[in-house]
């Protein structure tokens, strides 16, 4: 009988999930809409049938050892989803509460989307073995999952580990917190977006980036024009790697890891972004602690990783 | 029989050193020189004869628990003393094994002294039950022990927590440990003498403090003008404040505390350096962490509580 975990992953636009094994193989995977379903309940039942029938199309036998969720905003505490602004339902959703309804007596958990890929890293990725080590996720915004001596810290309320909203610079870019100048501003796939039009403002530089809107410019635009030596988007990248290895410098101070795994798609430019954040990093770090720090890219794959950070969830419960 | 730990606090200057009970209370207390001893076995031996003496002078019978010292650049995994600035043995000092040689059997544990410091709020103090706490010592420098889900935050190398060397400024005040712009360059007795300074030097303001030195002016000094309404005085104290409030706001989002405890000189102003440190820290503050975390003095006497940190290495090894 196959030990499996359900890792579900619930987005913005799409909720993903995924039956893995312990070696992160996923057995079998799908979606559902999330943006759709204004009611929850609604939304529930949906997931709750689909995940039912994909299970039936698994011939072999399995034996299901929990249920792991990653959510924005989610509360390992708790259980709970609460005021995730880019969800549908607003307020505090028990989402933990309503599930064990549906499957008693299993362990269920859920964590935030950053600290979920964390516990994928540490399962599945680079961060096997390790005790301390950080997770940054480079997507729309900047996510962090911070790991101490072998544990996410979730901190006295279930929240730690928000990377994304340290300040850099006092009423720097408005945020969609609410606050300015938060490091997520600066430094996320749509960070760098602002860098960019931020230096087609300031500089007559010849650059294809000036084609483009901003709605229409992605990071990955601006990573193959870096590739291809495009100098405003290079030095967008310096920009962006010279606040990320500042940011990164002061989170060593707090939790001295052995490594910093950079995950998400401006991630995807690889040394472009990691060279110069190693090496801003490097210069702004408390002399104690240079030349022991690595900063990598993750280990896992980009497909599914959200999936297969939900279901670590499970397996890491099922260690301790 | 009583039991007790033998606490040792190794500063630049002095090494003081109590016999102490699990409720904090020190039944004898002595002190050396630390800083008349060029060579440290000599001063090891001077150490180790005079605990003895003091050892010796307890009329009831005591049972020896274990001996927590908290030092400069103490690292709790190795035992050692790592290259600390201000103590005139260089390289590592093996301080744990050459104590074990004395005491062999005993537990004995070494770890800085803002770890001490936490620890002792743990133990006797203010944290006491807490499990996600920071300790800020605002002495001459600033140290800070970060405490996640019950323990010290030692991290991959045993010197995580070092907020005194994050960066508030590109190329900023010069700091001792040889970078630029770190926290405590603003935040501490001394930084807040700098900025004494500053405004001296950009203002025409009137005030006493344009009497003393730099040599000669201390926190204390700016402490009793800011309370008797001294201008400068109360800009710097509102300029530490928000610095540090802004940093803390950073450091929540690290590790989501509970309660942060500020101790040490600079701490004993109150709520003149407190009041304006939490309106910036919760200006500052990702919205998810509002209101939740308190910002308060450390409910420890300042005489001995170096002593009693560094017992509490012992009593919380105990525990757990």
């Known amino acids: 009988m196959k030990e499996v975990v359900i890792g579900i992953d619930i987005g913005g636009s799409y909720t993903k999930y995924g039956i893995v094994d312990f070696k992160g193989n996923c057995l079998r995977e799908n979606f559902i809409s999330t943006s759709k379903y204004a009611d929850f309940d609604v939304y529930f039942d949906t997931l709750q049938t689909e995940i039912e029938e994909t299970l039936s199309q698994i011939n072999d036998p399995i034996k299901i050892m ?8 989610g509360n390992y505490y708790r259980g709970t989803i609460e005021n995730a602004p880019n969800l549908n339902w607003k307020g505090t959703i028990a989402l933990v509460d309503k599930m064990k309804e549906y499957y008693p007596g299993l362990p269920i958990k859920l964590t935030n989307d950053a600290n979920a890929a964390a516990l994928g890293e540490m399962i599945y990725g680079g961060a096997k073995g390790m005790k301390d080590f950080i997770v940054i996720t480079l997507g729309t915004g900047l996510g962090s999952g911070i790991v101490v001596d072998g544990n ?140 022991k720090v690595k900063l990598e890219r993750s280990h896992l794959q980009e497909t599914n990783v959200a999936v297969l950070g939900a279901s670590a969830l499970i397996w890491k419960e099922l260690q301790s």
Do not use: W
Not at 67 to 73: D, F, K, S, V
Not at 186 to 214: C, H, M, Q, W
Not at 230 to 253: N, Q, S, W, Y
């Open 66 to 73: 929990g249920i792991g969720i990653g959510a924005p905003n």
């Open 152 to 291: 996410i810290v979730y901190g006295n309320d279930g929240f730690a580990g928000e990377l994304g909203h340290i300040n850099v610079k006092h009423r720097g870019r408005e945020c969609g917190c609410g606050k300015r100048g938060c490091l997520e501003t600066y430094v996320s796939a749509s960070g760098i977006r602002r860098t960019v039009f931020k230096l087609l403002a300031e500089k007559v530089t010849d650059t294809e980036l000036r084609n483009y809107s901003f709605k229409d410019l992605t990071s990955k635009m601006i990573t193959e024009a870096a590739k291809k030596g495009d100098p405003i988007a290079l030095e967008a990248f310096e920009i962006t790697g010279r606040i990320l290895g500042v940011k990164l410098a002061d989170a060593v101070a707090c939790t001295s890891p052995e490594t910093i795994f950079l995950f998400g798609g401006l991630a995807q430019a690889g040394e472009i972004l990691l060279e110069p954040t190693r090496i801003y990093m490097e210069e702004n770090l408390f002399p104690i602690y240079r030349g």
